[in-house]
Nanobody
Framework: QVQLVESGGGLVQPGGSLRLSCAASGSIFSFYTMDWYRQAPGKQRELVASISSRGSTNYADSVKGRFTISRDNAKNMVYLEMNSLKAEDTAVYYC?????????WGQGTQVTVSS
């Protein structure tokens, strides 16, 4: 069974940076596209960034130029480097492996951007 565990969330000031990590187990990690989603209170979950098995990336317009998704297949890890953080980036961030009908989701990690 696939497990995804996010870490690295926390409280950060506007303009600051955080690096989120997602550790995967129970799958051939390198085969799958990995995504970062986020969900803020009262809003739908939204796709933030994706990275394919070959390293091709896509970003939501709201984070382009500020966030960077990367992966280390040797370590079964995916990362989200978040810079120039804004209050509107506050959300629970989830990693997702695009496996099966619904994908496989981590438990989420809270990111709060506040002064």
């Amino acid at each position: 069974q696939v497990q995804l565990v996010e870490s690295g969330g926390g409280l950060v000031q506007p303009g600051g940076s955080l690096r989120l990590s997602c550790a995967a187990s129970g799958s051939i990690f390198s085969f799958y596209t990995m995504d970062w989603y986020r969900q803020a209170p009262g809003k739908q979950r939204e796709l933030v960034a994706s990275i394919s098995s070959r390293g091709s990336t896509n970003y939501a317009d709201s984070v382009k130029g500020r966030f960077t998704i990367s992966r280390d297949n040797a370590k079964n890890m995916v990362y989200l480097e978040m810079n120039s953080l804004k209050a509107e980036d506050t959300a629970v961030y989830y990693c997702k492996q695009e496996k099966g009908t619904y994908g496989v989701w981590g438990q989420g990690t809270q990111v709060t951007v506040s002064s």
